[in-house]
């Protein structure tokens, strides 16, 4: 038995609003917090509503005008045209889209490895149409339309090949990018030298409608490379999106279910029992002179082996005790740190203040010797740690098999640091 596709999320989201409906006005009557709440969804809930259905009334509109629906497109713009009427509208998404900010804006795609090709074409068509050079700017769109269609599927964009449908983009939905190129790319037979308003592809490279410098064309050229930027980022994620998406509206298993309402449970209880301990400051909590024994899984056990591994300049384990959002290797990171921190270094240390500041986070202060360049300096600075996962999730401290681990910026500010100390210490003498 094959099982359904996923349905687009915000579709999805909708009906899962609508099915929890009756119960959470239930819920209301009972208790006045949750009819409040509610409320507050609810509302977001009908703005949600009228964005889907100003794109499907905008496609109704002005699709048959040449202009195409995608994802990145204002909503405020939208209902803006829409609000307008027909003619004023299209000055509305003219404006719209030969607004120098937002041609910046899809200036940026041009810069990753996908449209990087295509970039100095780009930059010429927006100089051009910000010098209301249209007659110039019109043929750079659509060569790079042409370019980024064709070299992604071996076919012309108005020629089917921006045509297969994708999972959850308007460029595929109503008014969308297959839509466009079939008006757009409409054969032109004969010489016409009246002013035309629809960037026509046809027409435009052929010489057969020669009147297209305006405003309006150009606008109508930019909102397509728009949908065909668009239609591509989502073509190339989809499978990921499809998958992500098949995972969250999976049925609900029970038993999973039911150990995540226990794992909850668990925490919550975690964290009503926890109380931040009183703050030290001010005083000799450990050092690198005079040991003192401390408690093992504290986060002040943990700043001292780490600031041991720093004097050793144990750059490995450094790495494997600060945390890397990116993930990349220990050995990577390892290499880094000691280039970061060839020029500086700590020969003693001292822990002077301990501050928990939430369940998972604690702040300890730290006293420093060490070297810059060669020359002596002491300072001060705090080090964070978060006690996590092993992919950096934070837990409540207690909680399953976590570890303490520090923030990256106190080994990113310790060059900075003793730079500043250095400072302080020679404008002193």
């Known amino acids: 038995m094959t099982s359904k596709p996923p349905k687009p999320p915000g579709d999805f989201t909708l009906e899962q609003f609508e099915a929890m409906r009756p119960f959470a006005k239930l819920m209301g009557i009972l208790k006045p917090e949750i009819r409040e709440r509610f409320k507050e969804v609810e509302s977001h809930v009908e703005n949600v509503k009228t964005i889907m259905a100003n794109r499907d009334l905008f496609a109704q509109t002005f699709s048959p005008l040449g202009w195409v629906n995608y ?21 509305v998404l003219t404006a719209y889209h030969l607004d120098p900010d937002n041609l910046r804006f899809l200036g940026y795609r041009f810069h990753t490895r996908h449209y990087e090709a295509w970039g100095e074409i780009y930059e010429r068509a927006v100089e051009r149409a910000g010098a209301t050079d249209f007659l110039s700017a019109v043929p750079l769109i659509l060569i790079i339309i042409d370019g980024i269609c064709t070299t992604t599927t071996a076919k012309h964009p108005f020629s089917g090949g921006a045509d297969a449908p994708v999972f959850d983009t308007q460029t595929s939905g109503p008014g969308g990018l297959s839509e466009g190129l079939a008006l757009l ?56 999106r499809l998958a992500k998406a098949a995972e969250e509206q999976r049925p609900v298993d029970l038993m999973e279910l039911g150990r995540g309402i226990a794992k909850n449970a668990e925490v919550k209880k975690l964290l009503d029992a926890w109380k931040a301990r009183p703050v030290t400051a001010g005083e000799a909590v450990a050092s690198s002179d005079a040991p003192v024994e401390l408690e093992a899984g504290t986060p ?8 041991m591994n720093l004097v050793s300049r144990n750059f490995g384990a450094l790495a494997k005790a ?4 990116p993930k990349r290797t220990i050995g990577y990171r390892a290499g880094r740190l000691r280039d970061d921190l060839k020029d500086v270094a700590i020969s ?21 010797t060490g070297t810059i360049f060669g020359e002596a300096w002491s300072g001060s600075h705090p080090v964070r740690l978060m006690y996590s996962d092993e992919d950096n999730n934070p837990l409540v401290r207690g909680e399953g098999s976590g570890v303490w681990i520090a923030m990256p910026d106190f080994l990113t500010n310790l060059w900075a640091t003793a730079v500043k100390a250095r400072r302080s210490q020679e404008e002193g003498f």
């Open 322 to 325: 600060t945390i890397d959002y």
């Open 185 to 240: 790319g409409s054969t032109r037979r004969k010489l016409d030298v009246t002013p035309i308003s629809v960037p026509y592809r046809h027409g435009v490279v052929h010489g057969l409608n020669p009147s297209f410098g305006h405003a309006i064309v150009a606008a109508k050229a930019f909102n397509l490379l728009h949908a065909m930027v668009d239609y591509f980022d989502r073509r190339r994620d989809e499978d990921a």
């Open 300 to 307: 002040e056990a943990a700043v001292a082996e780490y600031l």
């Open 348 to 368: 003693s240390w001292t822990i002077t203040g301990v501050e928990d500041t939430a369940a998972a986070m604690t702040n300890v202060m730290v006293d420093m």
């Open 71 to 91: 994802d990145r497109m204002s909503v405020v713009a939208v209902a803006d045209a829409l609000k307008a009427g027909v003619e004023e509208g299209e000055a």
